[in-house]
C-alpha cells in the first residue's frame, strides 16, 4: 500500500463490540476532510454513532455501503495524505483479508497483522485508543459531535516486525501455518468450541468465520437429520413468499437480527444460561406516595419528582443496606470465582424505544436526591430514545430498575440484567381492597418483583432489601427523612 494512502479500520466502539453496521456516510469519494471529522454514522448493539476521521486528507475510497455490517478492524476509508499527488485506492483485500482473517502471505500484511493484534491486547477486541486528536480542527464538521470513540494510530513506516512473533501470537496446536483472527478465536471461545478439532477451509488449512459458524451449528444439524423427515422443506434461507416446511403456511416476513435486537437477544441467552435464579414478590400500598407526590406537585407543579425517581431513591438506600444485591459474579478462566463489590452504585432502568429496549444507567445515583435522579432519568430516556446513547451509559449499570407497569401489567418473572445479580421490577398501581386498621378499604396498590443470582446470596437478603423498599414507598415521609 502507498505510503501517501492511509486507511482507518474500524474501531472497536465500546463494551468489546465486534461488529456495527453502516447506517450512512457523511463524506464522499473525493472530499477533503479535517481530523475528527465526522466521516460516517454507524448502529452498533449500544447505539447510533459517529464516526471522526483520525487522518486529514483526500477521501479515496469507502469500503461499505450503507446497511452492511462491517466487522471491527475492518476497512472503512482510505484517506490519501494531504498534499499527495492523487494515487488510485489499491484493493484492500490481500493485506485487509490477510490482518482480518490471518493469512500470512508477506511480510508487509504480517506486520500489518502484529500491529492490530498489538492494538487489540490494550484493551478489549480492536481497542483502538484516543478517539480524535488533541487540537485537531473540526470547522468542517457536517453536525453536532454526538459520541466519542477511538481511532487507529496513523501507520507509520517501521521495521517489519518479527515473522516468528507475529506467528506464535495467534498459532495453535497442528495448524502452524494458519494465523487466526481475533474475532475468530472470540467466537470460538464464546461458544465453547476448540479450534484444534477444526478443518479450515482457508488458504493453508487457516480457520475462518465460517468454519467456527459451521461448528457451533453442528449440534443442531444433528439433531435435525435424527429428526423425522418433513414433508415439505424449505432451505433455511427461504425469502418472504415461501412457505415453511414445518408449519405449511406462507412466510410473510424475516428480518435479520441485528442492532439492539441482537444484543438483548445475546444478553437474555447468557443471563438465563449462566444465572440460577431466584424471584420474590410483595404487593405494595402505594397510596401514602402518591399522596405525598400530590401535596409536592400543588406547591411546585413544574419541580416535582416522578414516582420512578421516588422508587429508585429507595432501591439505592436499599442497596446500601443490602451490597450483595450491587455485585458482579465472576469466573475466571482457571474455574476460581468472585463476588466482585462496588463502592458505588450505577442504577439502570429499562427504556423502551424504537430500536428495542436498552437499560441506561444513572452512575453514582446514591449520590443523587430523588429530584436530581428524576432528571437524569429523563435526561437518559431521551438520549437513548434518539439513539445518541453513549456505551458507557449503556453498559455500566451494577443494578437495573424495570417500571414495567408502564405497559399494563402487574407483574413479570424478569431475567435479570447480565452481567449483574438482580432486578427490581414495579407493576402498575390499581385500586385493590386492602385491609387499613382493621377495616377494609380501597388503596393504591402495586406489586414489587426481584429477580436475583441466588451465587450471591440467600432468599433473607433478598426478601430483606424488597421489604425495605416496600416499606419505603408505604412510609414515604419516615424513609425520605432517614436518607
Not at 479515496?60 to 494531504?82: C, F, M, N
Not at 435479570?416 to 388503596?443: F, H, Q, S
Amino acid at each position: 500500500m502507498s505510503s501517501d494512502m492511509q486507511v482507518f479500520r474500524l474501531p472497536d466502539l465500546g463494551e468489546g463490540l465486534t461488529e456495527a453496521e453502516l447506517v450512512n456516510w457523511l463524506v464522499a469519494v473525493g472530499d477533503e476532510v479535517r481530523v475528527d471529522q465526522p466521516i460516517a454514522e454507524v448502529e452498533t448493539a449500544k447505539s447510533m454513532v459517529e464516526v471522526p476521521s483520525p487522518y486529514a486528507g483526500t477521501v479515496a475510497e469507502l469500503h461499505g455501503e450503507a446497511g452492511q455490517t462491517l466487522d471491527v478492524g475492518k476497512p472503512l476509508i482510505s484517506i490519501a495524505r494531504a498534499g499527495a499527488a492523487p494515487v488510485a485506492p489499491e484493493a484492500p483485500s490481500a493485506t485487509d483479508d490477510a490482518v482480518s482473517t490471518g493469512v500470512a502471505t508477506s511480510p508487509e500484511v504480517e506486520a500489518a497483522a502484529e500491529t492490530y493484534r498489538t492494538e487489540e491486547k490494550a484493551g478489549s477486541g480492536n481497542v483502538l485508543i484516543g478517539y480524535g486528536t488533541p487540537g485537531g480542527a473540526t470547522g468542517g464538521r457536517t453536525r453536532p459531535r454526538k459520541a466519542s470513540v477511538a481511532v487507529v494510530e496513523p501507520v507509520r513506516e517501521a521495521p517489519a516486525p518479527s515473522l516468528e512473533a507475529a506467528l506464535a501470537a495467534t498459532r495453535i496446536p497442528g495448524k502452524l501455518s494458519a494465523v487466526i483472527s481475533p474475532l475468530v478465536r472470540k467466537m470460538a471461545r464464546d461458544h465453547g468450541v476448540s479450534l484444534d478439532t477444526i478443518e479450515g477451509s482457508g488458504a493453508s488449512g487457516l480457520i475462518m468465520r465460517r468454519d467456527v459458524e459451521a461448528a457451533i451449528s453442528a449440534p443442531e444439524a444433528a439433531s435435525a437429520s435424527a429428526a423425522p423427515a418433513s414433508p415439505v422443506t424449505v432451505g433455511a434461507g427461504a425469502v418472504a413468499g415461501s412457505v415453511d416446511g414445518r408449519t405449511g403456511l406462507g412466510v410473510s416476513a424475516r428480518t435479520p437480527v441485528r442492532g439492539v435486537r441482537k444484543a438483548v437477544a445475546a444478553n437474555m441467552t447468557r443471563s438465563r444460561a449462566e444465572i440460577p435464579e431466584a424471584t420474590v414478590w410483595v404487593d405494595v400500598d402505594a397510596t401514602a406516595l402518591l399522596e405525598m407526590r400530590a401535596e409536592l406537585k400543588k406547591r411546585a407543579p413544574h419541580d416535582t419528582p416522578g414516582l420512578l425517581a421516588f422508587i429508585a431513591r429507595f432501591v439505592t438506600a436499599g442497596l446500601k443496606k443490602y451490597p450483595a444485591l450491587n455485585t458482579r459474579f465472576e469466573t475466571a478462566a482457571d474455574g476460581s470465582q468472585e463476588i466482585v463489590g462496588f463502592e458505588g452504585i450505577n442504577l439502570g432502568f429499562a427504556a423502551q424505544t424504537d430500536r428495542g429496549l436498552v437499560v441506561p444507567s444513572v452512575r453514582n445515583a446514591h449520590e443523587l436526591s430523588a429530584r436530581a435522579l428524576d432528571a437524569e432519568i429523563r435526561r437518559l430516556t431521551a438520549v437513548a430514545r434518539e439513539g445518541k446513547a453513549t456505551p458507557t451509559e449503556l453498559g455500566s449499570g451494577t443494578f437495573t430498575l424495570n417500571n414495567y407497569g408502564v405497559f399494563g401489567v402487574d407483574g413479570s418473572a424478569a431475567i435479570i440484567n447480565y452481567p449483574e445479580v438482580a432486578m427490581l421490577g414495579v407493576g402498575r398501581i390499581i385500586d385493590k381492597p386492602w385491609v387499613v386498621n382493621g377495616a377494609l378499604a380501597v388503596r393504591k396498590v402495586t406489586e414489587l418483583t426481584l429477580a436475583f443470582d441466588h451465587r450471591v446470596c440467600d432468599g433473607e437478603t433478598a426478601a430483606g432489601f424488597l421489604r425495605y423498599v416496600a416499606d419505603a414507598i408505604e412510609n414515604p415521609g419516615g424513609a425520605l427523612a432517614d436518607m
